[in-house]
């Protein structure tokens, strides 16, 4: 069984960065797909970006493409989101979920293993 707990988030200026991480416990990590999603209130669950089981492929939301990647370190059983030029639109509660496949897409149904959660919040 797979346990996923991320980490990293805070309350930072518009422009500013940070960077989560998703740290999994269990066995075969380097055999899930990962994947970033946020949720705002009031608003559905999206997806912000994922990555295949060696880092070799990745994928963005385009409200992030530019601005976020996504990497990860399998000796670690980590997964890194990398936020930069932050705007107030990204201010929700980031997930971190897997998928037991090589590459999973932007799709919240694909994913079975969910962390709990990390605020992000940008304000000035």
């Known amino acids: 069984q797979l346990q996923l707990v991320e980490s990293g988030g805070a309350s930072v200026q518009p422009g500013g960065s940070l960077r989560l991480s998703c740290v999994g416990s269990?066995?075969?990590?380097?055999?899930?797909?990962i994947g970033w999603f946020r949720q705002a209130p009031g608003r559905e669950r999206e997806a912000v970006s994922c990555?295949?089981?060696?880092?070799?492929?990745?994928e963005y939301a385009d409200s992030v493409d530019g601005r976020f990647t996504i990497s990860r370190d399998n000796a670690k059983n980590t997964v890194y989101l990398e936020m930069n030029g932050l705007k107030p639109e990204d201010t929700a509660t980031y997930y971190c979920a897997a998928d037991e496949t090589v590459m999973a897409g932007l799709y919240v149904e694909e994913y079975g293993y969910w962390g709990q959660g990390t605020q992000v919040t940008v304000s000035s």
């Open positions: 990555i295949s089981t060696t880092g070799h492929m990745t």
């Open positions: 269990g066995p075969n990590f380097d055999w899930y797909a």
